[in-house]
C-alpha cells in the first residue's frame, strides 16, 4: 500500500468488529510506528495496550461509573473555551454529519450522550492503547506524540486494520491513571481503538470534509 492510499483509506471508525488484533500484530505496528520523528529524538510517548480481560475490566468500571452519574475532572479540555470560526463550524458540520447519520436528532441530549459513551466501550474494538507523557512535556512533545499516533493510524491500514483517536478518554484520565497504574509525573494524553471496521456499521459511512486548498495554504515564489 503506498502512502497515499494509507492516508486516503483512513478514516475513523466508531464501530469495530469482534475480529480479535494478534500481540505480533500489535508489536509490529509499534514497533515501526516508534520509528516517528521527535524534537532532540526525545521519544516522549509511552503507550499502554489492552484486549482481553483487562480491557474489558476498565471499560466496565468506567461504564458502571458513567450509569452512576460519576463525573470526574478532564486532564485537558477537549477543544479551546471560546471555539472560534472557521474551527466551531467545522466541529458542529462533523458532529451533525455523525448524528444524522446513525438518526439522532439535534435536540436529542440522552442519544448524543449515548453515542459518546460508546468512546469508553472503544467502539467494540479489541484493542485499546493509552499514550502517556511525563507532564513535563511541552508543546512540541506533543506535537511528536501525534506524529507517531499517526504512523500508527496509517501502518494499521496497511494492515487492514481501522483506527479511532480518542481524545475523549481524558474524561476518565483519574480512573484510567489508576487502572494502568501511572505515576504522579505522567498524564494521559489520549486513547485509540484499533481493531477491525464493522463494515455493515452506518456510523462507519462517514466521509468528514476538508477545507480547500486555497483556504489554508499561501503559497509564494512559485
Ligand atoms: C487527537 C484526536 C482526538 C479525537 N478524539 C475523538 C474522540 O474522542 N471520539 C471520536 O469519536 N472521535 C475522535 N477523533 C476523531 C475526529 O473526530 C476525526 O478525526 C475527524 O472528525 C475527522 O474525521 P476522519 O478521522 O474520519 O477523517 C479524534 C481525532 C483526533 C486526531
Not at 92 to 100: A, K, N, T, W
Not at 130 to 144: G, P
Not at 159 to 171: D, F, M, S, V, Y
Request: net charge negative; aromatic share 10%; with cysteine.
Amino acid at each position: 500500500m503506498k502512502v497515499s492510499e494509507a492516508i486516503l483509506s483512513r478514516k475513523t471508525v466508531r464501530q469495530f468488529s469482534d475480529q480479535p488484533v494478534s500481540e505480533a500484530l500489535v508489536r509490529e505496528l509499534i514497533e515501526t510506528a516508534k520509528r516517528a520523528p521527535s524534537g532532540g529524538n526525545l521519544q516522549p510517548w509511552t503507550l499502554h495496550v489492552l484486549t482481553g480481560e483487562p480491557l474489558k475490566a476498565l471499560v466496565e468500571e468506567v461504564s458502571g461509573k458513567l450509569l452512576a452519574g460519576v463525573v470526574e475532572e478532564a486532564e485537558y479540555p477537549s477543544y479551546p473555551e471560546n471555539l472560534k470560526d472557521p474551527y466551531k463550524t467545522r466541529r458542529r458540520i462533523v458532529g451533525q454529519q455523525l448524528y444524522d447519520l446513525i438518526g439522532v436528532p439535534r435536540e436529542d441530549t440522552p442519544g448524543k450522550l449515548k453515542q459518546l459513551a460508546r468512546n469508553f466501550r472503544f467502539f467494540d474494538a479489541p484493542v485499546g492503547i493509552f499514550f502517556v507523557l511525563d507532564r513535563q512535556m511541552e508543546v512540541f512533545q506533543h506535537a511528536d506524540l501525534g506524529m507517531f499516533m499517526q504512523n500508527l493510524m496509517l501502518l494499521a491500514r496497511e494492515k487492514g486494520l481501522h483506527t479511532c483517536a480518542q481524545g475523549a478518554w481524558a474524561r476518565w484520565a483519574n480512573t484510567v491513571s489508576s487502572s494502568l497504574g501511572l505515576a504522579d509525573h505522567e498524564i494521559l494524553f489520549c486513547g485509540m481503538a484499533l481493531g477491525y471496521e464493522d463494515e455493515s456499521a452506518v456510523i462507519n459511512k462517514l466521509h468528514s470534509e476538508r477545507a480547500a486548498f486555497e483556504d489554508f495554504v499561501t503559497l509564494k515564489g512559485f
